[in-house]
């Protein structure tokens, strides 16, 4: 089972500001496995970005996946009001495993 | 448009199943694998299998082997997440998800279900 750690665990930041969220998976994984969710409170996880890099239907370009073998990358460009939330990696090999998640919250 | 609609809130005592419902609309529901995950409070994501509507073929992740059972109903495009002697740890939000592409199981999952909270409590 593949492992991913996330860092940093919080992340505070300034509706503007770039967030740069990463993704450590305990070892090498094909960049079409990992993809990427964004949670808000009491709400299910939605879809951000997968094979790595695609974003999914309706994501705005502001988000951008990046990343290869066992480090991955998710960058917010610009944060807007609706962008402070958790998110989570995912591995969906035989066994999909997330990560526990990074917070990125408002400064 | 593509929804996943779950079952709503249950209150369960410890030893006790509880049984979960995914009604899938907007598509084929035998063209995608369905996953089911759950999410303690305050806590990450939890992987717990996958189920094929087409075939009926499940994969359970070993942590729950025993416990869980997966199924469908063709004719209501509905799966269901059955999970047995429930204990405190099992409090949690259960969700759906379909698989991102027909015929492909383990890819990304999208849409999700709105979740179902399950509380076990004595």
């Known amino acids: 089972e593949i492992v991913l750690t996330q860092s940093p665990g919080t992340l505070s930041l300034s509706p503007g500001e770039r967030a740069t969220l990463s993704c450590r998976a305990s070892?090498?994984?094909?960049?079409?496995?990992l993809a990427w969710y964004q949670q808000t409170p009491g709400q299910a996880p939605r879809l951000l970005m997968y094979d790595t890099s695609t974003r999914a239907t309706g994501i705005p370009d502001r988000f951008r996946g990046s990343g290869s073998g066992t480090d991955f990358t998710l960058t917010i460009n610009r944060l807007e009001p609706e962008d402070f939330a958790m998110y989570y990696c995912q591995h969906y090999g035989p066994s999909p495993t997330f990560g526990q998640g990074t917070k990125v919250e408002i400064k | 448009q593509v929804q996943l609609v779950q079952s709503g809130a249950e209150v369960k005592k410890p030893g006790a199943s509880v049984q979960i419902s995914c009604k899938a609309s907007?598509?084929?529901?035998?063209?995608?694998?369905v996953h089911w995950v759950r999410q303690a409070p305050g806590q990450g994501l939890e992987w717990m299998g996958i189920?094929?509507?087409?075939?009926?073929?499940?994969t359970y992740a070993k942590k729950f082997q025993g416990r869980v059972s997966m199924t469908r109903d063709t004719s209501t495009s509905t799966v269901y997440m059955e999970l047995s002697s429930l204990r405190s740890e099992d409090t949690a939000v259960y969700y759906c998800?379909?698989?991102?592409?027909?015929?492909?199981?383990?890819?990304?999952?999208?849409?999700w279900g709105q979740g179902t909270l399950v509380t076990i409590s004595s």
């Open positions: 998800a379909k698989a991102g592409i027909i015929g492909g199981g383990y890819k990304w999952f999208d849409p």
């Open positions: 907007g598509y084929t529901l035998t063209a995608n694998y």
């Open positions: 189920i094929n509507p087409s075939s009926g073929r499940t």
């Open positions: 070892q090498g994984v094909n960049s079409n496995t």
